[in-house]
């Protein structure tokens, strides 16, 4: 799996958008992006993932730069509740014929401020 | 979405011990489940790759004789911490790969977490 680059920690006001950068400058064409996060002394809970169009849930939007190379995740309305560390990955899936294995780097500490 | 269960969720036991934890994909079947190990303030570090049937597969450093796992089913896989000593305490968790199948694209999906403290 391609390697990733998060800053260690931002601060984000509750109601605001926060706006997670990753760096996955060398991801290959099978390599998906995901999002996880973990909330303290908690399993990591998916959020959202993308392969190079843009995507949105419930929880999330997903953007990727054209050359694929970095994304923002973006949280639309802050919360106190989404506080945790935030993972980027790139991975391929499983029908992709790609590694299967899941490796984590350091995240992002997200911490929303009332 | 899909659900993965650990147990216990924590245990607490004396050095020279042995525990296990049990994952368990409740609503769907897991060819290949992930144990990983958390210290604090630190991040996830993958242990070993289970496939149901077959040896598991470890990393590099991670003694497979002393973290025993076992994925006798399609739905559960065991990880043993044997001779548990003071150093082995950490979060423990488990991820399962949904079995792919049609359009599906296998997503990971992970339990709770298990934490360790060997006394």
């Known amino acids: 799996d391609a390697k990733t680059t998060q800053p260690p920690s931002m601060d984000c006001a509750e109601g605001r958008a926060a706006n997670l950068p990753c760096n996955h400058s060398t991801i290959s064409g099978n390599e998906y992006v995901y999002w996880y996060r973990q909330i303290h002394s908690q399993g990591p809970q998916y959020i959202i993932h993308?392969?190079?169009n843009n995507e949105t849930n419930e929880m999330a939007s997903l953007i990727i730069t054209e050359d694929r190379k970095s994304s923002t995740l973006i949280l639309p309305h802050a919360t106190l509740r989404d506080t945790a560390v935030y993972y980027c990955i790139v991975r391929a899936t499983a029908n992709s014929g790609g590694y299967q294995k899941v490796t984590f780097g350091t995240g992002t500490k997200l911490q929303v401020i009332p | 979405g899909a659900v993965v269960s650990q147990h216990p969720s924590w245990v607490i036991c004396k050095s020279g011990t042995s525990v296990k934890i049990e994952c368990r994909s409740l609503?769907?079947?897991?060819?290949?489940m992930f144990w990983y190990r958390q210290f604090p303030k630190q991040s996830l570090m993958l242990m070993a790759t289970s496939n149901e049937g077959s040896k598991a597969t470890y990393e590099q450093g991670v003694e497979k004789d002393k973290f025993l796992i076992n994925h006798a089913s399609l739905t559960l896989s065991t990880l043993t911490v044997t001779s548990a000593h003071p150093e082995d305490s950490s979060f423990y968790i488990c991820?399962?790969?949904?079995?792919?199948?049609?359009?599906?694209?296998?997503?990971?999906?992970f339990g709770e977490g298990s934490r360790l403290t060997v006394l």
């Open positions: 991820s399962a790969r949904e079995q792919v199948a049609g359009a599906k694209t296998g997503e990971l999906f």
């Open positions: 993308g392969l190079k």
């Open positions: 609503d769907f079947q897991a060819t290949t």
